[in-house]
């Protein structure tokens, strides 16, 4: 009869040893609840104790969750209708809090998808289509993770990356985006094209502006040595004829030939008299 008792006693014992305790692996986190509010949370991994039948491990994740959200319709500021699907990362943070605003992942995504699409509608109505696919992406994603962050706080979790997955332009808008990035285009090429040509000129101008300063340089520094050089060779025919007056007033004479008679022209004369006395000999 004792024995008959003491098997039943051993099970419930078993039964109630195993129900204290719990395994936590090294990427969990566990949540201990008591009648439905949050007592302990637990982030060493190993065995631990609560209270059987009383106490409840919730476990979550501590690795990085990935969130899709649902494709959702904005309308950007230029007016035009964009489909975006959106990729975001999070960790859970706090478990008390997660547990209490979401308590179970599917909820805290259903959250999130609701102020993604929030912050979406928001950031495409400060942006045009062009923006958000390529002129401004890199802020605008930024601004959206910053919001997400910022209205998700008190959910526990932490939102780590925010990225386009899908940006779509609706067929009714891509005749007129296209004629709007052509124009963009065409004009980026006009200014690229007027700026180039200022610049050509503002070049041009330097050169000529350079090349006449060296000629000037240049004329300055020859009239100096031709003085020079004259000054030079008058000091060096002084030199001569100051003790020669013959030599000087044949100087003289080949000075008054050279200015009075043009390279090439025929001359009559008679050597023997006149201004051309002695042209042959001095």
């Known amino acids: 009869m004792k024995r008959t008792l003491l098997i039943p006693a051993f099970i419930i014992l078993a039964i109630t040893l195993i129900s204290s305790l719990y395994m936590l692996y090294p990427y969990e986190i566990a949540l201990v609840t008591r009648f439905g509010e949050a007592k302990d949370v637990q982030r060493n991994p190993g065995l631990h104790a609560r209270v059987p039948w ?31 699907d959106i990729l975001a990362t999070f960790v859970i943070t706090d478990p008390k809090k997660f547990y209490q605003t979401s308590r179970t ?24 289509f062009e923006d958000i696919i390529s002129n401004n992406r890199e802020p605008i994603l930024r601004d959206i993770l910053k919001s997400t962050r910022d209205q998700t706080a008190d959910y526990g979790l932490d939102v780590k990356t925010v990225q386009f997955k899908k940006v779509l332009l609706l067929a009714a808008n891509e005749e007129q985006v296209y004629k709007s990035m052509i124009t963009e285009r065409e004009r980026i090429s006009i200014q690229t094209r007027a700026e180039g040509e200022a610049q050509s000129n503002q070049i041009r101008s330097k050169a000529d502006w350079e090349a006449a300063k060296i000629v000037a340089d240049a004329n300055v520094r020859a009239a100096k040595i031709k003085s020079e050089g004259d000054k030079e060779a008058a000091d060096i025919i002084n030199a001569a004829t100051q003790n020669n007056v013959e030599l000087y007033k044949y100087m003289k004479r080949l000075e008054l030939y050279r200015s009075s008679v043009k390279p090439g022209t025929s001359v009559i004369a008679n050597p023997s008299s006149g201004v051309f006395k002695n042209l042959l000999t001095p």
């Open 105 to 128: 992942i599917d909820r805290a995504l259903r959250r999130l998808d609701d102020v993604t699409y929030s912050v979406m509608l928001q950031v495409a109505g400060k942006n045009t």
């Open 54 to 84: 009383i106490d409840k491990v919730t476990k979550y994740s501590s690795r990085l969750y990935e969130y899709y959200s649902d494709t959702a319709s904005v309308i950007t500021s230029n007016k035009q209708t964009i489909e975006v």
